[in-house]
């Protein structure tokens, strides 16, 4: 379901991973070793897979892609899926 998805997650990974690394956030880069960082970036991906099959269960696009879709076409673009509305 990600792929259905891909800018959504790609932009929620950068958030996501940019708020746990930098000051602004968690300050975590330099303070966890490789194992952890790869363990984080698991954890992240898995997250946000999970958050899109359940946003695909009640949504035709994800919200970027939704986005993107209406400024593409000039007008705003159905939603929900046709099974949910």
Do not use: N
């Not at 940019?18 to 966890?32: C, D, I, K, Q, S």
């Amino acid at each position: 379901m990600a792929g259905s998805m891909s800018l959504t997650v790609y932009l929620m990974e950068s958030v996501v991973a940019t708020t746990l690394a930098y000051g602004y956030g968690f300050g975590l880069f330099g303070r966890v070793g490789p194992a952890a960082g790869v363990g984080l970036a698991v954890a992240i991906w898995l997250g946000l897979a999970l958050m899109a099959r359940l946003w695909m269960s009640q949504f035709r696009f994800g919200p970027f892609e939704w986005l993107l879709r209406s400024i593409t076409y000039g007008k705003r673009q159905p939603l929900q899926s046709a099974s949910t509305s």
